[in-house]
């Protein structure tokens, strides 16, 4: 059995933790595809869409509180095949969200240290922060909780260093290079800013008291991302020419160095801090696709072995080993930008299951207990549901190819699944 030992604070870390690195890097790329003014247009409606999503999807977590998260809810509300779906995007989302991360801490440290390659920081943060997470969920939050706090403070110190720097013209220059679509093709970048905060419910079954803990560190991360997504954004587009950043997987140390000079220590120590905010997000994923992959396990919909808990430290130690393996083959075969379009496509997917589970048990079983209820009912799930369906409407129509890949993995997946008898069994 999993333990119970997550209080308001952890939970705030890891909602925080999760998504912080989409503050460092990744969102940056949407620039390339629709300039600043286009990127904030597309950062401001998917914004609408999280602060929607969070306030709805809150009121799952809490009513069922299972550590495969949306992989439960669209089982109680749409059978077998609603939580095969939402287990299968959600570990798209997971999955692909931590190779890339893991290719910006080595593109990171390599821009300290040219002589560092790249994968090997790569492939070496998969095998440390794995090992990390087999200690235990206590030692792991208390981890989450301190790297967390450093990576926003970071953020903080970096919005006064370039804050000053920051000119109107600078930003506005080239806004929309491609047009009104490029607001569309940016989509899946802005809600990289976001994507992965929902990893909470996969803690739900680890904290001591969901009815009250898990709306206060939902809510609590939700704010301060968003506070510090678009202060990051709007700062950085306005410190000199936005367009060579487009392309770099650290856009912020670039930047920095734009305002105190290439070689400032205070560049460099910038750069190594910066560190945090990605391994906060990297180590706070693992512990979202472990549980992801456990969850399935323990219900058969994966095999069962994936299920098994470390003896001593119970922690699910080959859901770690499996969901570590993924992320090392993925590194192989994708870069950062196709890494982030589709751990996107997974995470609109898993919205708009988990917004249509809460519009069916709302009406299904109306009498389900709900600790906390989403405002403004139904609106805030119908927005949020509209949205999804947008952002994902928009990342087939640009990135088809990628598309096709998800589909197929679906596909695939979904008649083994069939084939298997797996359909027949219960969530546990």
């Not at 000079?261 to 997000?281: C, E, H, K, N, Q």
Request: glycine share 10%; hydrophobic share 55%.
């Amino acid at each position: 059995m999993l333990q119970k030992v997550l209080r308001p604070a952890h939970l705030w870390a890891i909602a925080v933790g999760l998504v912080i690195s989409g503050e460092y890097f990744g969102w940056n790329y949407g620039w390339g595809v629709a300039g600043t003014v286009g990127m904030l247009v597309a950062t401001l409606v998917v914004t609408l869409l999280y602060i929607t999503f969070i306030f709805s999807f809150t009121e799952l977590t809490t009513a069922i509180p299972h550590a495969g998260g949306p992989f439960a809810y669209a089982y109680k509300a749409l059978g077998p095949p609603g939580a095969f779906c939402a287990g299968y995007a959600t570990l798209i989302e997971f999955l692909f969200a931590a190779p890339a991360i893991a290719l910006a801490l080595g593109n990171y440290a390599h821009f300290l240290y040219p002589p560092i390659p790249v994968m090997g920081t790569a492939v070496s943060a998969y095998v440390l922060f794995t090992g990390i997470n087999l200690l235990g969920i206590r030692e792991s939050a208390r981890f989450t909780l301190v790297v967390t706090i450093l990576a926003v403070a970071e953020l903080v110190v970096y919005c006064c260093i370039v804050g000053p720097s920051f000119r109107t013209a600078d930003f506005l220059a080239h806004p929309l290079p491609q047009g009104a679509g490029g607001i569309f093709a940016a989509l899946p970048f802005a809600i990289w800013l976001y994507v992965c905060i929902e990893g909470v419910a996969m803690v739900a079954e680890e904290t001591r008291d969901v009815k009250k803990d898990i709306p206060k560190g939902y809510i609590s991360g939700i704010l301060t991302l968003m506070v510090l997504a678009l202060a990051v954004m709007i700062l950085t587009g306005g410190v000199g020419d936005w367009r060579p950043l487009a392309a770099m997987d650290y856009p912020l140390p670039a930047t920095i160095a734009r305002v105190l000079g290439d070689r400032s220590p205070f560049t460099r120590l910038f750069a190594g801090i910066g560190l945090f905010g990605l391994v906060a997000s990297f180590h706070g994923i693992i512990i979202g696709y472990s549980r992801q992959v456990f969850a399935l396990a323990r219900s058969r919909y994966l095999p069962p072995f994936l299920s098994r808990l470390s003896p001593r430290f119970k922690t699910p130690q080959w859901a770690l080993a499996a969901g570590g393996l993924f992320g090392l083959v993925a590194l192989k075969y994708f870069d950062t930008s196709k890494l982030v379009i589709l751990s996107t496509l997974g995470a609109v997917v898993l919205y708009v299951l988990s917004m249509v589970s809460l519009l069916v048990l709302r009406k299904k079983q109306p009498d389900l207990p709900r600790p906390f209820k989403a405002p403004c009912y139904p609106w805030f799930p119908w927005i949020a549901l509209v949205l999804s369906l947008l952002a994902g409407a928009a990342i087939v129509y640009y990135y088809p190819w990628l598309s096709f890949l998800f589909l197929a993995g679906l596909v695939g997946l979904g008649l083994i699944f069939v084939l298997s008898g797996r359909h027949a069994f219960t969530v546990t």
